[in-house]
């Protein structure tokens, strides 16, 4: 179940991902980061669909 979620969580994610939003983020940071070029409202969105999974989940298993 908790990987179905995760799973879930990050394919959302993917699909949500802009090639042209990730390049602005990669110019705004100097330092090299591992952009997924998502707006924040995206993962937001995305986050308040899953808080009440996230929220039963074990916290042992979030903290893997």
Known sequence: MHEDL????RAELAQSADEKTKAS????FKEGINCYGV???IVLRVA??????IKR????????
């Open 57 to 64: 989940t074990s916290r042992k298993f979030l903290n893997m």
């Open 48 to 53: 308040d669909k899953h808080y009440g999974q």
């Open 6 to 9: 995760i799973s879930s969580i």
């Open 25 to 28: 983020n990669a110019r705004f």
């Open 39 to 41: 707006k924040a409202a």
